[in-house]
């Protein structure tokens, strides 16, 4: 009888390793899932960064390029997603190493340590280090042109160490510039093309997308070795990783793929209307001054304030449509504009966009009601009008820890809102939003408050 008991005893706990064996390999642990309990869930746990390329808020709508492939892979699967925002790639990788979640919809580099913990699927790029700087005939055409250039990167980053790298390959003569640590990646390819600085590096696909905001840049010269970067899933996850890559293989076939890639790499985000600063001989900034006049009186603005945000918006053309898909005069985003009592057939009419600006400007306003001095207040206004509220209650939030005054704009909050394109500052724990061009917000503001003191000056109160 001891003997049976004792046989007994040893298959249950052979069982039960084989049984734990199984749920590491296959991943039916705790939190690791593969396709089949993704459909029986009815949801796909995305896994991604804040990021110009892969996810960020805009206007209070959710956008990236990773993200919007991630969302029409969830269509396809005919799933919900769950978006999980995690802090760095370390930490992507290790959410998904310990099953918190099902995909990381991200560039993630495709190093030797990162295949040993996860498994890359075929939605690859090839990236490479390449040369920012503005057209000319005097910009570096070979490597050996940099001798002699000076090149402005952040210091302890993978540039500055390819700068140096290159410097000593070809023998010196590069002047190397670190930039501040407060500077983005951004911020370096926007001063180029001011001309403020001659030349910065950066990876081929972030330079690719700032051209669309400046088209004077030029990014043909490379400067690194190809490298590989892709979206992943966990090692228990083999037929998700078959599915993607089949998805992956047709994606290209699909018409959202030119339409996503053309949104973010081609498109414009700056008008190119020559637009109409004042109508000759006549005390009139507009055809639609009637209708500035008229609705001015909902957020109780000065109606030449309400113009000038709608030149900075449209260039007063009621046909537009912005890279992003807002459209019209005020250029409101679509589920804004219907919020607002719109119609789709209603967003290029100008009264109609007017008075639902008007009256998402008196939104914003009643949301920062804790900025007592009203003039102070329009500047909040006048941001999230162009970047969404969240992205300024991140900034204020910025400015009361680092001990700024979160009702003052410029100097203040204006410096935070400046400082939420750096990874550093959009990561903080007080932000809720991520990241965010803060410059063309900060930027945004200044350009419309001058062409309202400019139509102060020949436009009637």
């Not at 570096?140 to 390819?162: C, E, F, M, Q, W």
């Not at 250029?331 to 504009?337: D, E, G, I, R, V």
């Not at 400046?418 to 930027?443: H, M, P, Q």
């Amino acid at each position: 009888m001891y003997r049976v008991a004792k046989l007994f005893l040893y298959i249950v706990s052979l069982t039960l390793l084989v049984s734990i064996s199984a749920c590491d390999k296959f991943g039916n642990n705790e939190g690791v899932v593969d396709f089949k309990q993704i459909k029986e869930t009815g949801k796909l746990r995305v896994i991604t960064l804040f990021g110009p390329m892969s996810y960020f808020s805009y206007k209070d709508n959710d956008m990236g390029y990773e993200y919007e492939f991630a969302s029409h892979l969830c269509k396809e699967i005919g799933v919900e997603m769950e978006l999980i925002i995690a802090p760095d790639e370390e930490t992507m990788v290790e959410m998904l190493v310990n099953g918190e979640g099902d995909l990381i919809a991200y560039r993630l580099p495709c190093t030797i340590e990162y295949k040993d913990k996860v498994s890359f699927t075929n939605r690859e790029y090839i990236t490479n280090q390449v040369v920012v700087q503005c057209k000319s005939d005097s910009m570096a055409r070979d490597v050996l042109d940099l001798s002699g250039k000076v090149v402005h990167v952040k210091p302890n980053t993978i540039y500055a160490d390819r700068l140096s790298d290159l410097d000593n390959e070809i023998g010196g003569g590069i002047e190397i510039v670190s930039a501040p640590d407060s500077v983005s990646i951004d911020d370096l390819i926007a001063q180029t093309a001011m001309h403020q600085i001659s030349m910065t590096i950066a990876d081929n696909d972030i330079a690719r997308l700032n051209k669309t905001y400046f088209g004077n840049l030029n990014y043909d010269l490379d400067v690194s070795f190809p490298q590989r970067a892709a979206w992943a899933v966990s090692k228990n996850s083999p037929e998700l990783l078959e599915y993607i890559n089949n998805w992956s293989k047709n994606t290209k076939k699909k018409l959202y793929f030119s339409e996503i890639y053309r949104k973010y790499f081609e498109k414009s985000k700056y008008f190119e209307a020559a637009g109409l600063t004042r109508i000759p001989g006549r005390n009139q900034i507009s055809s639609f001054d009637d209708y500035f006049r008229k609705y001015a009186s909902i957020p109780s603005w000065d109606w030449r304030l309400l113009a000038a945000v709608a030149y900075k918006e449209s260039k007063f053309d009621p046909q537009i449509v912005s890279w992003a898909g807002a459209c019209g005069l005020m250029q409101l985003m679509p589920n804004t504009a219907i919020s607002l009592g719109m119609t789709e057939d209603d967003f290029h009419v100008p009264e109609l966009s007017i008075k639902a600006g008007a009256k998402y400007i008196k939104q914003l306003n009643n949301m920062f009601l804790s900025v007592q001095d009203p003039a102070e207040r329009v500047k909040f206004v006048l941001a999230s009008y162009n970047s969404g509220p969240g992205h300024i209650f991140d900034a204020r939030a910025l400015a009361e820890k680092y001990g700024k005054d979160p009702n003052i704009w410029y100097d203040n909050v204006e410096t935070y809102i400046r400082l939420k394109s750096e990874s550093t500052y959009y990561t903080d724990n007080v932000c809720r939003f991520g990241y965010c061009r803060g410059d063309d917000i900060a930027n945004y503001v200044d350009v419309v408050l001058s062409k309202y003191e400019e139509y102060k000056l020949w436009a009637r109160p």
